[in-house]
């Protein structure tokens, strides 16, 4: 719906003249000499309706302008405004449809290669090991230090180049390394990517990977130590279980040989993990679950068992902004008793382990869970949902002033093009009535339920509401002197002349009472459906 309603606002101009977007030039050149007569300025005294017919007749002017000209047309069809806008100049050499389309798509790609090799993305972790215990016997209080580093960049459209670096400090030994990696996109179904690295892990590695079906991919790797020279042979499995799980089986050839088996399940407000690692000696099964409370804030709990650790992790996070979000885990285990905090923004990450204490204590335990949770429960409660409840509140008012704004400065225009249409639109109301012809008794343009609501009922009153604008001026004015009104179809209501868009965001309907014939009729159409009165299945 939102890729339809993209291409039909791309019609306003059509909305303008009253024409359908398959109108011909003679339709084209008819429909302007009609509203250029009626918003001619000098046909007007009044200072006011000077103005109104001003602006009116130049937002004809420019809709004659562009549908007059085969290619500005074409650029309109198919990008809007927004195409003729950004400069899209096609040479005098391109004459059919098919080749001015083809031009402006490959100016658009030309663009959005530009846009996207001049894009760089970051990423990085920093990570501060703190010691408590440490602290305690006089040994300083941070253990160590540890930085990610990694820029991302589209070389082209299949390609995408990265480049690293890793820093980390433990006590008096430290050491760092660089790595890079070339992905290259060798079809819809398969990639291959080259690695390199020096520093601490020495390597060179080139790895594959492609969609064996739609619920099945594989990839398979071969890195060599520069070291050593040791051969390592990794190979991956994933497939689709159903529409919410999916299931991994990886497989480590090599000086470090191992097995594991995952799987992952996900949807709109859970997401569990399990995986089950097999190594020389030693193995690990660990199991991760997290739940959305809301779209700001989520908890956790993991588990990881294995030869020489046993770890559960219980914890949550907060959304603090579009691009930042803030995590507390309290982790217990055999190693000891610590926090973890977190924070993200944008691809950087920032994360600061605190060791409380080396050994299990029950009382200590349930104190170090206990006392944060509880302090952030007293937050929550006292000062972070008020807070947001009140920015929520002021961003409401805010959009609301904004969108009330927009509505009353359209609900001006539309009343002043329905000025310079009124005595034209008696005149052919009066015309239409001595005939027994059509007449537009009442038409209100705008929110459906209002509208639903108002055609399901007897009563044909209406009390005034922001929602909907009265368009029986427009409509009447509209009528041709066959006794006949025609809106067409994927053109949006709102752009026409003495309409305007009376709640926007909203789906919008047209509700039209007339009388043709000495009979009573009624209808009710969508914003982009075709309008044809009378007929006969709309009496009353």
């Given at each position: 719906?939102?890729?339809?309603?993209?291409?039909?606002?791309?019609?306003?101009?059509?909305?303008?003249?009253?024409?359908?977007?398959?109108?011909?030039?003679?339709?084209?050149?008819?429909?302007?000499?009609?509203?250029?007569q009626?918003?001619?300025?000098?046909?007007?005294?009044?200072?006011?309706?000077k103005?109104?017919?001003t602006?009116?007749?130049?937002?004809?002017?420019?809709?004659?302008?562009?549908?007059?000209?085969?290619?500005?047309?074409?650029?309109?069809?198919i990008?809007?405004?927004?195409?003729?806008?950004?400069?899209?100049?096609?040479?005098?050499?391109?004459?059919?449809?098919?080749?001015?389309?083809?031009?402006?798509?490959?100016?658009?790609?030309?663009?959005?290669?530009?846009?996207?090799?001049?894009?760089?993305?970051?990423?990085?972790?920093i990570?501060?090991?703190?010691?408590?215990?440490?602290?305690?016997?006089?040994?300083?209080?941070?253990?160590?230090?540890?930085?990610?580093?990694?820029?991302?960049?589209?070389?082209?459209?299949?390609?995408?180049?990265?480049i690293?670096?890793?820093?980390?400090?433990?006590?008096?030994?430290?050491?760092?390394?660089?790595?890079?990696?070339l992905?290259?996109?060798?079809?819809?179904?398969?990639?291959?990517?080259?690695?390199?690295?020096?520093?601490?892990?020495?390597?060179?590695?080139?790895?594959?990977?492609?969609?064996?079906?739609?619920?099945?991919?594989?990839?398979?790797?071969?890195?060599?130590?520069?070291?050593?020279?040791?051969?390592?042979?990794?190979?991956?499995?994933?497939?689709?279980?159903?529409?919410?799980?999916?299931?991994?089986?990886?497989?480590?050839l090599?000086?470090?040989?191992?097995?594991?088996?995952?799987?992952?399940?996900?949807?709109?407000?859970?997401t569990?993990s399990?995986?089950?690692?097999?190594?020389?000696?030693?193995?690990?099964?660990?199991?991760?679950?997290?739940?959305?409370?809301?779209?700001?804030?989520?908890?956790?709990?993991?588990?990881?068992?294995?030869?020489?650790?046993?770890?559960?992790?219980?914890?949550?996070?907060?959304k603090?902004?579009?691009?930042?979000?803030?995590?507390?885990?309290?982790?217990?285990?055999?190693?000891?008793?610590s926090?973890?905090?977190?924070?993200y923004?944008?691809?950087?990450?920032?994360?600061?382990?605190?060791?409380?204490?080396?050994?299990?204590?029950?009382?200590?335990?349930?104190?170090?869970?206990?006392?944060?949770?509880?302090?952030?429960?007293?937050?929550?409660?006292?000062?972070?949902?008020?807070?947001?409840?009140?920015?929520?509140?002021?961003?409401?008012?805010?959009?609301?002033?904004?969108?009330?704004a927009?509505?009353?400065?359209?609900?001006?225009?539309?009343?002043?093009?329905?000025?310079?249409?009124?005595?034209?639109?008696n005149?052919?109301?009066?015309?239409?009535?001595?005939?027994?012809?059509?007449?537009?008794?009442?038409?209100?343009?705008?929110?459906?339920?209002?509208?639903?609501?108002?055609?399901?009922?007897?009563?044909t009153?209406?009390?005034?509401?922001?929602?909907?604008?009265?368009?029986?001026?427009?409509?009447?004015?509209?009528?041709?002197?066959?006794?006949?009104?025609?809106?067409?179809?994927?053109?949006?209501?709102?752009?026409?002349?003495?309409?305007?868009?009376?709640?926007?965001?909203?789906?919008?309907?047209?509700?039209?009472?007339?009388?043709?014939?000495?009979?009573?009729?009624?209808?009710?159409?969508?914003?982009?459906?075709?309008?044809?009165?009378?007929?006969?299945?709309?009496?009353?």
């Open positions: 719906m939102a890729e339809l309603n993209e291409e039909q606002d791309k019609r306003e101009l059509y909305a303008v003249l009253n024409l359908s977007p398959e109108a011909s030039d003679e339709e084209i050149r008819k429909a302007y000499r009609q509203w250029a009626l918003y001619h300025p000098d046909k007007f005294q009044s200072p006011n309706l103005d109104a017919a602006e009116n007749f130049q937002r004809v002017c420019e809709a004659y302008e562009i549908l007059s000209d085969p290619i500005k047309r074409q650029v309109y069809d990008y809007g405004m927004e195409g003729l806008k950004s400069g899209l100049e096609l040479g005098p050499s391109l004459e059919k449809v098919e080749e001015i389309k083809a031009e402006l798509d490959r100016m658009k790609r030309m663009r959005e290669l530009e846009k996207k090799a001049a894009r760089i993305q970051s990423s990085g972790t990570m501060s090991n703190i010691s408590l215990p440490q602290y305690l016997v006089g040994e300083g209080l941070f253990q160590g230090m540890a930085m990610t580093s990694e820029i991302q960049s589209e070389l082209s459209k299949r390609s995408v180049a990265v690293g670096g890793n820093l980390a400090v433990d006590g008096h030994v430290g050491g760092g390394g660089a790595n890079a990696v992905s290259h996109q060798l079809s819809e179904a398969s990639s291959i990517d080259f690695m390199a690295s020096a520093g601490l892990r020495s390597l060179l590695g080139v790895q594959t990977s492609r969609h064996i079906s739609s619920h099945s991919s594989a990839t398979a790797g071969l890195t060599l130590s520069l070291k050593d020279g040791s051969l390592n042979l990794s190979n991956a499995w994933t497939r689709q279980l159903s529409d919410t799980t999916n299931g991994s089986i990886q497989l480590l090599g000086s470090h040989s191992s097995v594991a088996v995952g799987w992952q399940k996900k949807d709109k407000r859970r569990a399990g995986e089950v690692k097999f190594g020389t000696g030693s193995f690990e099964t660990s199991v991760h679950y997290t739940h959305r409370f809301s779209s700001k804030s989520h908890g956790c709990i993991a588990g990881r068992v294995g030869s020489s650790s046993i770890e559960m992790e219980v914890g949550g996070g907060r603090l902004s579009k691009f930042s979000t803030v995590r507390w885990l309290y982790v217990i285990g055999i190693q000891g008793i926090w973890r905090f977190e924070l923004r944008g691809g950087q990450k920032l994360v600061v382990p605190i060791l409380l204490t080396d050994y299990l204590n029950p009382v200590f335990a349930t104190g170090a869970f206990v006392i944060p949770a509880s302090f952030y429960l007293v937050l929550k409660k006292f000062f972070i949902k008020p807070y947001y409840l009140k920015r929520s509140k002021q961003k409401a008012l805010e959009k609301e002033g904004k969108s009330s927009q509505v009353q400065e359209g609900r001006a225009a539309a009343e002043k093009a329905q000025k310079l249409q009124q005595n034209v639109a005149r052919k109301r009066n015309k239409q009535l001595e005939m027994d012809g059509l007449v537009i008794m009442k038409a209100l343009y705008g929110s459906d339920t209002i509208l639903n609501n108002l055609d399901s009922s007897n009563e009153s209406f009390e005034s509401t922001s929602g909907v604008i009265d368009v029986t001026t427009p409509l009447n004015f509209l009528v041709n002197d066959s006794s006949q009104l025609k809106l067409h179809e994927g053109v949006k209501k709102s752009g026409i002349m003495g309409f305007c868009d009376p709640c926007p965001g909203e789906h919008k309907m047209l509700y039209v009472e007339y009388s043709y014939a000495s009979n009573q009729h009624r209808v009710l159409v969508d914003d982009y459906e075709e309008l044809l009165i009378p007929q006969g299945i709309h009496r009353i």
